[in-house]
């Protein structure tokens, strides 16, 4: 007994201290929110209105959107609001939470969480995403910002985000060829529960001045033509803006080389395509500001820094 | 899968514990031999039915010689006279003998196949190109079962000993399956003995506190080496190793030493784990490295690096080949011809080059691994020859060979020469390796050097982790040598200078740790062997 007790005490100690160590080392920007917030929704990490647009999404996003992509050859401040196996109603509780410290101008959403049925959650997703975003995992390289500093002259103290959301992955796993996206005269349909849930996401983005751009990023196994049709009828229904970047191939995604599994998610080659796309939409449509020569914005120099030398180009 | 990740570690290890734990004493070896195979599933699916094949051979043929050395005794009771008594025994030594070679041949083809077919299909259909024959060998692609090349030796030690009456052949199923299955020495070793483990892996005993929590430093402290220094690491030794002649010879030799580093943690790392994981369930297994890096020459190298491996090849092919009749006749020859130093050396040449040829191959099938090998055997035997002279010359010279200063210079020399061995041993093909080597020599400027360090996507502050984290290692390496016992003097400390330093290494490795953004982890490198 007196061995479970000292356990105990030592387990609880530990966590304590990780608990402390974490405050150090995570981008702390809103004080109202907990430690296990932050590491649900990431953009918590941002400084205050620094965030001109959010991409949100399931784990399509998190593999195909790179923020550090659009910053580098854009100077767009955009975020990747993704988690893994996320609902619509998931999505609108990010959009509430992103717009509470940010105030984005425009919001991406990935059109596969519209015909995600709210009843068919898995538990396993929310273990694996709190298990994916463990704060002090994520975050402990931030130790550089405050560490050894005489080495290099580097009083700098601000700690970043390096991915902004994405999850960078390399590796490759040929899709065959099937028949992708092939004309089809069917509609699938969304749940009733999900309609009503867009509509409160289009109403809440009007009313907060914040753009909806509908996107299907290239996804070879869960998208499909009759989602598409589906999306059309929902996008002139509500006036909306919807770019499926799956139709003839618009982007020119190589299925062998760019998806790290088959054609479900696209990897980091995969991404960096759909990320200048959007940059370029961005950009052309003249709907966010390049921040790149701007003082505030300078974390977001540092971040790309150690951001291009962990991808592997 | 590798023994580092948090599943193994932190999910099925304290499952096993638990239910370990929980269940009476007799049933606990199947506990664990369960959980090895699911372990083995894991991580080699199907390919689990040849570990279970090598354990039935061992087994049966084991038991088999068993009953045959019954008999003899039998036998031998009931005779008096020695000629006849020498007969019996010669004839059951032969029987014995093919139940020894048939089992071999059983597990050795397995390895064979799974490790080395393919590397001689290709040598093969490059001899026949040579030739300008036009026809080539299929190369046949397939997985190997995880730790097959350490399985195997465990095997081939089981039926030597078994046959040389080391060790009793065991009636007990589950301990012979258990003993080249447990699941944490199957995919690096160490590669234990039978009669090593014999005792405690199916006592039964239970988990006690003072086991797990020691259990557990030593699985940290691996843990540390692996993510602290060696994950580290990795990403420049990647670099270097693939575009080595966009850097200097002292940068090219910098991807050398880190290499050895990244290796040495890596694997002594996991050997933490592997003996941190065993003595959790009572069960001691031997030590694998005894500070290496502190040898005077290439052959003690080898008595301190991956020491299992190098006992197995002494014990098994070293003093079988120079005590063989052939080899005995050869070395007597010389005798008579030269002289004894002569005879002696000749009789080492023959076993060292098996040795050797066999700790190449063994490494992987590759002409790099070959080389690695003879770059070996050539330093031992150069080792040799020349031992009589430097001893000679140190006397005349009046040089104190126990001389702290001489013994550095040793040490040293050792050490760059395990460099470079290492560097073969690394490199992606022999080619890389000479090119590598030569731009050691032939390019060796310091001009570029600081900004070469620093292109290889470590920063400073890398550097200055990798640099503390060595102390400590070395620390800790010193006071072993010295024969302290570093986690039994932790222990005796009050309760807050030792929790503090628990605390202290499992958030060195949770914040300093290379993992993440701008880090590769490092494959588990032995796991291929």
Known sequence: MKNVLKSFVFLLILFI?????????????????????????????????????????????????????????????????????????????????????????????????????????????????????????????????????????????????????????????SAKYRDYMKYSEKVTEIPKSNLDMFDKIVKYCNQNNIKLVLVSTPNMKAWSYSKHARILNLKDEYGLDFIDLNIDNPLGIDWKTETRDKGNHLNYYGAVKVSNFIGEYLKTNNLVKDHRNDKKYESWNESYEIYSKSVIK | MSYFGLFPLFVFLPLVIIIYNILPKKVRPIVLLIASYIFFYIISNKLIVFVILSSLSIYIAGLIMKEIDKDRDKLLEKVQEKEEKKLIKSKYKKRKKVILILTILFNVSFLFFFKNLNFFTLTFNDILKFLNIDYSFKIIKHLAPIGISFYTLEAISYLVDSYNEKIVPSNNIIKVLLYLSFFPTIMEGPITRFNEIDSSICSGEKVTYHNLCFGYQRIFYGLFKKYVIADRLNIFVKLIFSSYLNYSGVTVLFGAIFYTILLYMEFSGTMDVVIGASEIFNVKLPENFKAPFFSKNISEFWSRWHITLGTWLKDYIFYPVSLSKCVKK??????????????????????????????????????????????????????????????????????????????????????????????????????????????????????????????????????????ISLIVVFVISVLKEKGKNVRESISKKNIVIRWSLYYLLILSIIVFGAYGVGYQPVEPIYADF
């Not at chain 1, 809103?30 to 949100?56: A, G, H, R």
């Not at chain 1, 593999?63 to 401040?77: D, I, K, L, Q, R």
């Not at chain 1, 902004?164 to 390399?170: D, P, T």
């Not at chain 2, 007597?332 to 040829?357: D, E, T």
Request: aromatic share 18%; net charge positive; with cysteine.
């Open chain 2, 330 to 467: 050869v070395a007597g020859l010389f005798k008579k011809l030269f002289n004894s130093h002569i005879s002696s050396l000749v009789m080492g040449f023959v076993a060292l080059f098996a040795v050797w040829s066999l700790n190449g191959l063994w490494h992987g099938a590759g002409w790099t691994f070959i080389l690695f090998g003879y770059y070996h055997f050539i330093l031992i035997f150069l080792g040799n020859i020349f031992e009589p002279f430097i001893s000679k010359i140190c006397l005349k010279l009046k040089i104190n060979r126990n001389n702290r200063i001489y013994k550095s210079l040793r040490i040293i020399k050792t050490t760059f020469l395990i460099f470079i061995g290492e560097l073969i041993f690394r490199a992606p093909t022999v080619n890389v390796a000479t090119g590598m080597i030569k731009r050691i020599f032939t390019n060796f400027t310091f001009n570029n050097f600081g900004s070469e360090m620093l292109s290889l996507k470590l920063d400073i502050k890398d550097y200055a982790i990798v640099i």
């Open chain 1, 17 to 173: 201290l990780v608990e402390l160590i974490s405050y150090a080392l995570v981008p702390y920007h809103n004080l109202k929110y907990s430690l296990y917030e932050i590491s649900k929704y990431e953009i918590l990490t941002e400084e205050k209105d620094t965030v001109d647009s959010i991409f949100v999404g399931d784990s399509l996003i998190y593999s195909a959107f790179s923020p550090m992509e659009v910053w580098n050859n854009y100077g767009f401040t955009t975020f990747a609001c993704a988690n893994s196996a996320q609902l619509l109603e998931d999505a609108y509780n990010y959009l509430e939470i992103a717009n509470d410290t940010q105030h984005p101008k425009v919001m991406f959403l990935e059109t596969n969480v519209i015909f995600r049925n709210p009843k068919n959650k898995v538990w396993y997703y929310d273990y694996k995403n709190i298990m994916s975003s463990l704060y002090i995992i994520n975050y402990h390289n931030n130790w550089k910002k405050f560490m050894f500093n005489f080495l290099n002259n580097d009083t700098k103290f601000s700690k970043v985000n390096v991915y902004k959301g994405f999850k960078y992955i390399n590796k490759t796993q």
